[in-house]
């Protein structure tokens, strides 16, 4: 009988520590990286996106997925260039998430590194291409959000899709059948 209790309370130590350290050890890390995984793949997507008809708005949601001083002036630089350009051409990029992975994660530092890659469609009035863009992404947690630090483009775009974007047919385009007739027989 006394083995049992022995065999028993060991296995309740054992199994109680690998308890506590999933709870308090292993769930934190993992929410960390889930959390990291998020914002570097939301950065991805911020900095992908324009909207010619918002340029403010799309540059502020840029602004909100990155973090120091080398990204800040990137981002202006690039405002600086685009700004009018993109009013002028019409054009929008939307980006949208194919996968992304962490490839590091320091909880001590609050800093991560991921790969992400999205499927960019670019649309002008008439046309439109969609592309597919991997980046490498180091990302800080900033008073708990986490945002790229550096970003940096891994191969080339890679053309997915493009075409023209089909005109609307006016009224007068459009052919008028006399009433009752079908086209048919």
Do not use: C, Y
């Amino acid at each position: 009988m006394t083995v049992l209790v022995v065999i028993a309370v060991v296995a309740a130590g054992w199994f109680g520590v690998g308890w506590s350290r999933a709870l308090f050890v292993d769930k934190p890390i993992a929410a960390a990286r889930d959390s990291a995984l998020t914002g570097a793949q939301q950065a991805a997507i911020n900095l992908n996106t324009v909207d010619s008809a918002d340029i403010e708005g799309s540059f502020e949601n840029m602004r909100s997925s990155i973090t120091g001083e080398k990204m800040n002036q990137d981002l202006q630089a690039t405002i600086d260039g685009l700004t009018d350009q993109m009013r002028e051409s019409g054009a929008s990029s939307r980006a949208e998430l194919i996968h992304g992975t962490l490839t590091e994660l320091n909880t001590d530092d609050g800093t991560a590194k991921a790969l992400v890659v999205v499927a960019v469609t670019t649309t002008w009035p008439d046309r439109f291409n969609r592309v597919k863009v991997t980046m490498r992404l180091d990302v800080e947690d900033v008073d708990g959000v986490w945002r790229a630090s550096s970003v940096e483009p891994v191969g080339g775009r890679i053309p997915l899709e493009e075409g023209r974007i089909p005109v609307d047919p006016t009224p007068s385009d459009m052919a008028t059948a006399p009433d009752g007739d079908t086209g048919g027989q």
